[in-house]
């Protein structure tokens, strides 16, 4: 079996793993402490503070700009449900501006067209690590003085003209156990706002600054010292990651660009995609549908993903909440029954690339 993701814990992270342990510090402590200060440089901001997991690294970014009830958050409707969950914890209304197809990425215009009184947030969503067109977004965030919270779960490293994801506005990762970067549970958030920073340290921590002494309603939103020492050795060699990343991407865009019935994922000028996933689009040429070719792979040993299968509001949870509004998005309901996600993790072998590409071409044709 080719799995879509593999998880391999270097001796590095298990010297410091055991480090912590010998320590008797498991908590959020000196590791955790010192994966902040890493992974700030390694983003290009001023702050890192580590939270328990991605969807609680949401909650807390929107947690730190102070929504009220009624305040809208713009977001892209193809994305995992954490993105819009975290919305709705917050008491705030989800709304969705439709996606573009060459990034999967929320679309400037769409998102320049839903503004209102009502706007207060834009919440792009940097999918398969891509980044979003942040050099649209950031201006319009700018521009009408709204929030500007990155979900960067699936693009650590990720840049745009240089410029790292999660450096715009407020940054949100994911260390979950599929992830580029992987603590099995865990997250960041990446600001170079100190007030937003301070704040989000005092929500992580039930809301107290001084030993008992509480400044706002918080939550235990704490990241441990065993996983962050797994993180760092992680974060270390990340170029490794994303070179062998790259290098699957290419192979397989190589072996994969002129069959009839699968378009292949790009990378768009100016930007470095890090490839949490290859996502291509079965088209209306395959002699299989979508769901049908993910047979086909499955059966051949082939792991492969579909994220996401329908637009994230498009449950029966969502449908009569009133702070959901189902925004039209033909673009994002089109690729939502059309994308099938390849393994491209640093672990393959040229030969198992060419295994994924040999089963896609079988299944299409
Ligand atoms: C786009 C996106 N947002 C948020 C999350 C939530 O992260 P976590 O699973 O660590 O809570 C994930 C990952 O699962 C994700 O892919």
């Given amino acids: 079996m080719i799995s879509i993701s593999t998880v391999r814990i270097s001796e590095e992270a298990e010297r410091l793993a055991v480090e912590v342990i010998r320590s008797g510090m498991l908590a959020q402590g000196p590791m955790v402490a010192r994966l902040e200060r890493e992974f700030a440089e390694f983003v290009g901001v001023t702050h890192a503070v580590a939270v328990n997991n991605g969807t609680t690294a949401l909650i807390a970014a929107v947690q730190a700009l102070d929504l009220r009830p009624g305040d809208e958050v713009i977001t892209s409707p193809f994305t995992f449900v954490a993105t819009l969950n975290a919305i709705l914890q917050a008491g705030a209304v989800a709304r969705f501006a439709d996606i573009r197809e060459d990034d999967f990425c929320v679309d400037p215009d769409a998102v320049h067209a839903m503004l209102g009184p009502r706007t207060k947030v834009l919440m792009p969503v940097h999918l398969y690590g891509q980044a979003a067109d942040m050099d649209r977004?950031?201006?319009?965030?700018?521009?009408?003085g709204l929030g500007l919270i990155e979900d960067t779960a699936q693009a650590h490293g990720a840049t745009i003209n240089g410029r790292a994801a999660g450096s715009f506005g407020i940054g949100t990762f994911s260390f979950y156990g599929t992830k580029n970067i992987t603590t099995g549970e865990g997250g960041i958030v990446t600001t170079s706002d100190d007030g937003i920073a301070d704040r989000l340290r005092v929500l992580r921590n039930q809301?107290?600054?001084e030993r008992y002494q509480y400044e706002m309603a918080g939550n235990n939103y704490r990241l441990t010292d065993l996983q962050a020492a797994l993180a760092i050795p992680q974060l270390a060699h990340y170029d490794e990651t994303v070179k062998r990343r790259k290098e699957n991407a290419a192979r397989l865009?190589?072996?994969?660009?002129?069959v009839p019935g699968v378009r292949v994922p790009a990378e768009l000028p100016g930007r470095s995609h890090v490839w949490h996933q290859y996502t291509v689009l079965i088209t209306d040429e395959s002699t299989r549908g979508r769901d049908e070719v993910v047979r086909v792979l499955t059966?051949?040993?082939?792991?492969?993903?579909?994220?996401?299968?329908?637009?994230?509001?498009?449950?029966?949870?969502?449908?009569?909440?009133?702070?959901?509004?189902?925004d039209p998005a033909p673009v994002a309901q089109r690729v939502a029954t059309h994308c099938l996600s390849l393994p491209v993790h640093q672990h393959l072998s040229d030969d198992e690339v060419d295994q994924v590409i040999d089963g896609v071409r079988a299944a299409v044709s």
Avoid: F, Q, T
């Avoid at 977004?137 to 009408?144: L, N, V």
């Avoid at 865009?253 to 002129?258: E, H, P, T």
């Fill in 207 to 209: 809301g107290m600054r």
């Fill in 253 to 258: 865009s190589a072996g994969l660009r002129d």
């Fill in 137 to 144: 977004i950031a201006p319009i965030a700018r521009e009408h």
């Fill in 299 to 326: 059966e051949r040993g082939i792991g492969c993903g579909v994220y996401y299968p329908k637009v994230v509001y498009d449950y029966d949870c969502y449908r009569n909440d009133p702070n959901v509004v189902a």
